[in-house]
């Protein structure tokens, strides 16, 4: 068994909604056994307020998270990269493990089109979660 944490990155263009909702549920499942990043190729000055609010009614605070450029040692230090439509955006390297997550943006949408996005989202992480955890203790 391993005692290090694996660390993820999830990255959209934006870092506004998709990406910021997965790091919020994966931050709070993990409950700190993974390290969890988020960024953007081309980063907004806000997160998206639905996005907020489609969280907070899981109980769940992202409002005070800031959009974050996406940089190479960003990718460099996580274990698994997670993109949502940032296209070639995103540097690749060796030993990484990369997934794209096909949702749909969030952005401009109402709160009935966001939650089946975020529903989507967190369904996901538990899955990822499960499978980093498994491969961490080897249960």
């Known amino acids: 068994m391993t005692t290090e ?3 993820v990155l999830f990255v959209c263009v934006h870092n506004a909604g998709r990406s910021q909702m997965a790091a919020g549920f994966l931050r709070e499942l993990a409950e700190g056994r993974v390290d969890v990043l988020s960024a953007g190729s081309e ?3 806000q997160i ?3 996005a907020v609010q489609a969280m ?9 998270n800031t959009p974050k450029i ?4 960003a990718v460099k230090e996580s ?3 997670i993109t949502m439509g940032c296209g070639d955006a995103c540097p690749i390297f060796p030993g990484k493990r990369y997934e794209d997550w096909e949702l749909e943006d969030p952005a401009g949408q109402g709160i009935e089109a ?3 996005i975020r529903d989507e989202i967190r369904r996901r ?6 499978e980093l955890l498994t491969a961490r203790t080897g249960v």
Request: proline fraction near 12%.
């Open 43 to 45: 980063p907004k000055d």
């Open 79 to 81: 274990d698994v990269v």
């Open 48 to 50: 998206n307020p639905v």
């Open 114 to 116: 966001v939650r089946p």
């Open 70 to 73: 996406l940089t190479v040692d």
């Open 56 to 64: 907070a009614e899981e109980g769940i605070d992202i409002a005070g």
């Open 125 to 130: 992480v538990e899955e990822l979660l499960g």
């Open 5 to 7: 944490k694996p660390s």
